[in-house]
């Protein structure tokens, strides 16, 4: 087992890593800026070193200052979390190079699954389905126009290096091409440094269902039940439960089994999902992330597996021993990711201090976060608060269970989504399962000038 973990990462996730280190005997080293100096995970860590600036560039992005904390505190692993270097593979490689144990696969596999174009081209040749689209990176606009010729309209522009939505654009037409191939590459360019682009025939309806993978040095490779993460704003995801709702068995059995070929053919170690596109009965890959999810605590509620732990312990050489009942979903669970944004005022970010904080409790329900009341947000990293998981023995249990938690969660000082969420639970189409992505456009959440529809217990459920 290693012995003492770097974790290079802030918020929530930092937090879950300090914990599990701290349940497994393994001491922990927090990095954190000069804006997180009264952060949790700072001052729950065994030892912690600050490393720069506010500016992730010159902090949680800083791979020298990074390495040189673990070396000044002898660390002997390093955890990513998700986020900043997560699946940057030059950070992964230089971990290799001077005898740090990266917790993830190797900044081979990274790189490669990093690669859009190349992920597609990993998964076909595993068996995997992937949407009809171009055989690699597209050279210009001409070569859109030809594969819109070959498989049809509508296509979707992606970045090759990309995610979140960024240097992503729907074309319905021929004469949208030009403009949208332009845009989505000075994006890609503009949020990843590198433009490349290719392209997929766009289905839509969707829905976004994806599968957690867990693989070992000795050659096992295991597959967790789905998460279905459909609910989405701008390709952000915003909700996650486990099992997917009205999925065909047949198709639950075929993801399974397509993510576990793929972590497989790709000699995968770690923790990983593999991201699919559900439509009309069918799936098809989207990409791989190589690291661990931010909704990764629906897996664990509805399988009893520390995925964090099973992450060390693997990283450590040791051999994958979980029990069957860890692959066989127990009831429901359902994550909301609570944002610092204002769904009154479009979404607008917030920062500041946090004067009153009060998250639920009781039976089915976990709360990871970072706050306490008196915490000050800053404004430079992702908006992401807390995550609420609620679990019960069915999806309406675990619906129930969620709109008593949502209520009863406080924060004041800084707005926050707890509002949306509540929103989406009164919704009827949402309670009856299996939403495309395209849910919260259609049922016009979010109204004219940015202003939300909000709803409370007791509203009409429909929007």
């Not at 954190?32 to 009264?38: G, I, L, P």
């Not at 240097?167 to 503009?190: I, K, L, Q, T």
């Not at 949020?191 to 000795?218: I, K, N």
Request: proline share 6%; with cysteine; hydrophobic share 40%.
């Amino acid at each position: 087992m290693v012995g003492k973990v770097l974790v290079a990462n802030r918020g929530e996730i930092a937090l879950r890593v300090i914990r599990a280190c701290r349940e497994l005997g393994i001491r922990s080293v927090a990095i954190y800026s000069t804006a997180d100096r009264e952060s949790l995970h700072r001052m729950l860590a065994d030892e912690a070193v600050c490393i720069g600036p506010p500016q992730a560039a010159g902090s949680y992005l800083n791979i020298p200052a990074i390495i040189s904390a673990a070396e000044l505190t002898g660390a002997d692993a390093v955890h990513p979390g998700y986020g900043f270097l997560a699946e940057n593979a030059r950070f992964a490689e230089i971990c290799e190079r001077v005898g740090l144990t990266f917790i993830g696969p190797s900044s081979g596999v990274i790189a490669r699954m990093g690669d859009k174009a190349a992920a597609r081209r990993a998964a076909e040749e595993a068996g995997v389905p992937i949407t009809p689209g171009s055989d690699g990176l597209c050279s210009g606009v001409e070569e859109v126009k030809r594969v819109g010729a070959e498989v049809g309209y509508p296509l979707v522009i992606k970045a090759s290096a990309g995610g979140g939505g960024k240097g992503m654009r729907v074309v319905r037409s021929e004469e949208e091409v030009e403009a949208a191939f332009a845009d989505a590459g000075r994006e890609a360019g503009a949020s990843f440094g590198d433009g490349s682009l290719y392209v997929e025939r766009y289905l839509d309806p969707l829905r976004h269902v994806e599968v957690q993978v867990l693989a070992d040095t000795h050659g096992n490779v295991v597959a967790f039940p789905e998460r279905d993460c459909s609910v989405q704003r701008r390709y952000q995801k915003l909700i996650e439960e486990s099992p997917a709702p009205g999925l065909p068995e047949r198709v639950r059995d075929d993801l399974l089994s397509a993510a576990r070929d793929l972590a497989a053919s790709l000699g995968y170690v770690g923790a990983g999902t593999v991201e699919f596109i559900y439509s009309e009965g069918e799936f098809y890959f989207i990409e791989m992330n190589t690291r661990l999810q931010v909704e990764h605590p629906v897996t664990e509620t509805v399988c009893g597996v520390d995925l964090v732990a099973e992450q060390i312990k693997v990283a450590s050489g040791e051999e994958l021993e979980l029990p069957e009942s860890a692959f066989s979903p127990q009831g429901h669970a359902i994550e909301f990711r609570i944002n610092a944004e204002d769904p009154r005022r479009n979404f607008m970010p917030q920062a500041g201090p946090v004067e009153f904080y009060n998250p639920p409790g009781g039976p089915g329900v976990r709360v990871d976060s970072h706050l306490y009341a008196g915490y000050r947000v800053p404004p430079h990293y992702d908006s992401l608060l807390a995550k609420l998981i609620v679990h019960g023995e069915s999806r309406e249990a675990a619906i129930r269970r969620g709109v008593r938690a949502l209520d009863e969660f406080a924060v004041s000082g800084i707005e926050t989504t707890l509002p949306l969420h509540l929103a989406i639970l009164e919704d009827g189409e949402f309670r009856r399962g299996g939403v495309p992505t395209r849910f919260l456009e259609e049922r016009r959440l979010a109204s004219e000038g940015g202003m939300l529809r909000l709803l409370r217990a007791g509203a009409p459920s429909s929007l």
